[in-house]
């Protein structure tokens, strides 16, 4: 399994874009990213999943450069109620292994 | 759908008490996970399920806990005796592709 790393923690003032990176050095070629976010007291929820380039919805954005070594979760012009933890997850959709590793995630505080 | 079910929300236990914590995955969902998170370990998977057969319970801490799948709308998580390293908030999820998570259980045992 793809092994992540992210920054435990990371400030903004709210309004600004904020860019969350991941890496996963040995990510595997059927490998899938995907960000989830967990708000204090509830369980996480997904975000974003991408494979290669920029997916982009109505929450964020995701980028994820040629070599898919690493990937950018972009938060555009950030509020309050986006205070979480951010987790990155590297695997194959689908399948139970992809599943295994949250980590401890980033947690993001927004300040007013 | 409402979403993955559990229950209950909440649970204060005196150790060596049994505790089970219940689970209904969203309908057509093939898979369910069973997670603990504490602020130390953060979020760990216990064990999951693939159509009702566990898969993996590696991450399961010790006898003392036991999950069962009987069919594919019902989890069951049980710890037997309960101890007080066990409080945490234990939550479901199911998945077809992207976990949904339910809101989770407090456990407290003191």
């Known amino acids: 399994l793809a092994k992540t790393t992210q920054p435990i923690s990371m400030d903004s003032y709210e309004g600004q874009e904020v860019n969350i990176t991941c890496s996963h050095n040995n990510i595997a070629t059927n490998d899938y990213i995907t960000w989830y976010q967990q708000f204090p007291s509830q369980g996480p929820r997904f975000i974003i999943q991408?494979?290669?380039t920029k997916v982009t919805n109505e929450v964020a954005s995701l980028f994820i450069p040629a070599d898919r070594k690493s990937s950018t979760l972009s938060l555009p012009r950030v509020s309050l109620s986006d205070t979480a933890v951010y987790y990155c997850l590297v695997g194959v959709p689908g399948a139970g292994s992809y599943q295994l590793t949250f980590g401890k995630g980033t947690k993001l505080s927004v300040i007013p | 759908d409402a979403g993955v079910i559990q229950s209950p929300r909440h649970e204060v236990t005196e150790m060596g008490q049994e505790v089970t914590l219940r689970c209904k995955p969203i309908?057509?969902?093939?898979?369910l996970f069973w997670y603990r998170q504490t602020m130390m370990r953060g979020l760990e998977l216990l064990i999951y399920?693939?159509?009702?057969?566990?898969?993996?319970d590696s991450g399961m801490p010790e006898d003392r806990f036991s999950a069962k799948m009987p069919n594919a709308s019902f989890s069951t998580l049980k710890i037997q005796p309960s101890e007080p390293r066990d409080s945490a908030v234990y939550f479901c999820?199911?998945?077809?592709?992207?976990?949904?998570f339910g809101e989770g259980s407090r456990l407290t045992v003191l």
């Open positions: 991408g494979y290669k």
């Open positions: 999820a199911s998945s077809l592709g992207e976990l949904f």
């Open positions: 309908s057509g969902h093939d898979y």
């Open positions: 399920f693939n159509n009702n057969v566990p898969i993996d």
